[in-house]
């Protein structure tokens, strides 16, 4: 064999996967066909966020006022955002690819495809390898409407060569409300078009009720319980029908409608490595495909599509392969942040799943931020947790206001570890901060799932 492990694509969970797996001496190929660190450092993660930033600086500039500072805004300058962004993404792809060959693993720029269980064809060059790590992750995805391909996905929001003035984000998941935020604190005029009553599906409720009306405050204009039906061209812009037969003429329709497991002519029909309906390659616990040397990790195995959950999985298959040290990654209590504006951070079970197992006391606090008492500016924040009424442990802490995802991460480590309602209450809050909140909400708002118990 040419080498023990083979890791096909170069992402978040691939990259660590193959430099773990190197460290324990493994010998170690790679193959990515696109941009070393794949959609997190190059169309995702990163560049979203350098994204929200810039965002927040106009709206800073605004607020400013209210503490006695005259700040004259000037307009946004697209471009130069683009190109800082496109600087600081080619020094992190630089650095993902010096990281792998740090670590003594070998480096192909190019497709990888099967031609059996050991042997795969590297960009032409016959490679053969014990292990095969599938870490490919996946690409967004169009709804099939007629005109689709006429409306932007979230790979090209980062090269967009001008600002659009006025844009429809189809879709209410991560993606369309994170670029929402985007654009319209860039000075556009967005439309939200999802098809259920409330945007991000599968969240807590409050924070999904929270960050409509966050979104309405901000001015983007909600279209809630609507489809996309159509997209045409209209000279330089376009025409969205959607909602039963509604027209709305903007100059960018951007669909963030899910994203795809990339398992496409990667020859998986030669090792019989199974795909379920949505083409997310299956794994078992092990990360172990239905091919016993071939291992799938990440996005294309479409469970938790988070990078750190890929990394963390990568980072445990290597050692359970090359360390003598095997190991699982839990899928419960994984963290998560949305950088909506303001953002969100979550962690652990929603009222309505922690109701399904049993009576629940829930605390939510409502509040505006200190600093938008000065600021004059109409934003809240909402944090909130689930105590299993049992075993009073917390099973989820939710929050939706600045800096969420800063404060949910420390919070996570407090649920990982199975604190109770009383260990929150016996910490001392920091005053004055909003975290403190989490440690100081002392009377219930409501006790939830009482029937779902009594049945
Ligand atoms: P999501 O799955 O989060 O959201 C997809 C959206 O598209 C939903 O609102 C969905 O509606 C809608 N949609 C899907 N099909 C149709 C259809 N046929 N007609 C109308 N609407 C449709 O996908 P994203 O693309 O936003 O993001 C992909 C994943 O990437 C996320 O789930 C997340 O795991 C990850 N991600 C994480 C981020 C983070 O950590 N901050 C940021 C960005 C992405 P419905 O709800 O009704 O199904």
Redesign the pocket.
């Known amino acids: 064999m040419d080498f023990d492990l083979f890791v096909i694509g170069g992402g978040s969970g691939g990259v660590r996967c193959a430099r773990i797996a190197a460290g324990h001496g493994a010998r170690v190929g790679v193959a990515e066909e696109r941009f070393w660190g794949g959609t997190c450092v190059n169309v995702?993660?990163v560049p979203?966020k350098l994204l929200v930033q810039a965002g927040e600086y106009g709206a800073w500039a605004d607020d400013a006022a209210g503490f006695g500072w005259t700040i004259k805004k000037g307009p946004h300058d697209w471009a130069k955002l683009i190109a800082a962004k496109d600087k600081e993404i080619n020094r992190l792809n630089g650095i993902y690819r010096r990281l792998l060959d740090g670590a003594g693993c070998k480096i192909f720029d190019a497709r990888a495809t099967f031609i059996d269980a050991h042997t795969l064809d590297v960009g032409g060059q016959r490679i053969t390898a014990e292990h095969i790590v599938i870490a490919t992750g996946g690409n967004?995805e169009r709804?099939p409407v007629p005109g689709a391909e006429l409306a932007i996905i979230s790979d090209d929001t980062f090269y967009l060569p001008v600002m659009p003035k006025k844009i429809a984000i189809?879709?209410?998941?991560?993606?369309?409300v994170?670029f929402a935020g985007i654009f319209r604190a860039l000075g556009a005029e967005v439309h939200l078009i999802?098809?259920?009553p409330l945007p991000l599906?599968g969240f807590d409720q409050d924070l999904r009720e929270g960050l409509a009306e966050a979104l309405a405050a901000q001015g983007v204009i909600l279209h809630p319980n609507c489809?996309?039906e159509k997209v045409e061209a209209a000279g330089d812009g376009r025409i969205l029908t959607y909602g039963g037969g509604q027209k709305l003429e903007v100059d960018t329709v951007f669909f963030?409608?899910?994203?795809r497991p990339a398992t496409a002519r990667l020859g998986l029909e030669n090792v019989g490595v199974t795909v379920n309906k949505s083409g997310a390659i299956i794994v078992d616990a092990k990360l172990r495909t239905a091919a016993p040397n071939i291992y799938s990790i990440g996005d294309v195995t479409d469970r938790i599509?988070?990078t750190p959950f890929a990394i963390a999985e990568g980072h445990a298959l290597a050692d359970s392969l090359f360390g003598n040290k095997p190991r699982a990654v839990s899928l419960d209590n994984v963290p998560?942040?949305?950088?909506s504006t303001p953002p969100i951070g979550t962690v652990g079970l929603t009222e309505e799943q922690a109701a399904a197992n049993g009576p629940v006391d829930v605390y939510v606090a409502k509040f505006t931020p200190m600093r938008h008492t000065l600021s004059g500016r109409a934003r809240k924040t909402m944090m909130k947790l689930v105590v299993d009424q049992a075993t009073q442990k917390v099973v989820g802490a939710h929050m939706l206001g600045e800096d969420a995802p800063e404060l949910i991460q420390g919070i996570a480590i407090a649920v990982v570890m199975g604190a109770t309602k009383a260990d929150f209450d016996r910490t001392i809050g920091i005053h004055p901060t909003a975290a403190e909140e989490f440690v100081t909400m002392r009377t219930r708002t409501r006790v939830a799932g009482v029937a779902q118990a009594a049945e």
């Open positions: 995702g993660c979203k967004p709804v189809v879709g209410s998941g991560f993606i369309a994170e999802y098809r259920q599906r489809s996309p963030a409608t899910g994203r599509n988070l998560a942040a949305v950088f």
